[in-house]
T-cell receptor
Framework: LAKTTQPISMDSYEGQEVNITCSHN???????ITWYQQFPSQGPRFIIQ???TKVTNEVASLFIPADRKSSTLSLPRVSLSDTAVYYC????????????FGSGTRLSIRP | DVKVTQSSRYLVKRTGEKVFLECVQD?????MFWYRQDPGLGLRLIYF???????EKGDIPEGYSVSREKKERFSLILESASTNQTSMYLC?????????????FGPGTRLTVT
């Protein structure tokens, strides 16, 4: 199973770029890497997904090295509203045994 | 907009009671999931269903069962609630058979077992 490891917490300031790394040493060939954001009292919300190299959308970028044993979520120019818990998920949804969430990184943004 | 709804936001039950948590999605998704979320442990998968009447055990199925009689509805059942099942329960759904693994989550049910 591709167990994931993330930092428990991170702090940053408004306007900075924030990078959150997830380690997944045992990632399988069919596994995708997905990141979610969760605010208090809400369910997680999809941010971005990738398989290899770099993916970018309107809110974030995801960097995945060639060996795919880690991934980095990059949030450009964060604001106070980016304060949340960020989860890395590695899995291939053909089987429940392959759906593994990390324990999450609590990101705090200060003015 | 995809909508995943859960029957209750807050629920208080007594030890030994049978508890039903209901989840409904309106986007014709094949996959549905039940997770529990506890401080410091993140989200742990209880059960996964990839079609009507089809299910797979996740990481922590003990003490739980599920039912999926209709595509849009996925129920989590605690046969005999215990205090260690006090938790936040999250339901999610997603499409099957595509390269997108985006799951849509409901708002969660905070269950307290006393």
């Amino acid at each position: 199973l591709a167990k994931t490891t993330q930092p428990i917490s991170m702090d940053s300031y408004e306007g900075q770029e924030v990078n959150i790394t997830c380690s997944h040493n045992n990632i399988a060939t069919n596994d995708y890497i997905t990141w979610y954001q969760q605010f208090p009292s809400q369910g997680p919300r999809f941010i971005i997904q990738g398989y290899k190299t770099k993916v970018t959308n309107e809110v974030a970028s995801l960097f995945i090295p060639a060996d795919r044993k880690s991934s980095t979520l990059s949030l450009p120019r964060v604001s106070l509203s980016d304060t949340a818990v960020y989860y890395c998920l590695v899995g291939a949804y053909s089987s429940a045994s392959k759906i593994i969430f990390g324990s999450g990184t609590r990101l705090s943004i200060r003015p | 907009d995809v909508k995943v709804t859960q029957s209750s936001r807050y629920l208080v039950k007594r030890t030994g009671e049978k508890v039903f948590l209901e989840c409904v999605q309106d986007m014709d998704h094949e996959n549905m999931f039940w997770y529990r979320q506890d401080p410091g442990l993140g989200l742990r998968l209880i059960y996964f269903s990839y079609d009507v009447k089809m299910k797979e055990k996740g990481d922590i199925p003990e003490g739980y069962s599920v039912s999926r009689e209709k595509k849009e509805r996925f129920s989590l059942i605690l046969e005999s609630a215990s205090t260690n099942q006090t938790s936040m329960y999250l339901c999610a759904s997603s499409l099957r058979g595509t390269t997108s693994h985006e799951q849509y989550f409901g708002p969660g049910t905070r269950l307290t077992v006393t």
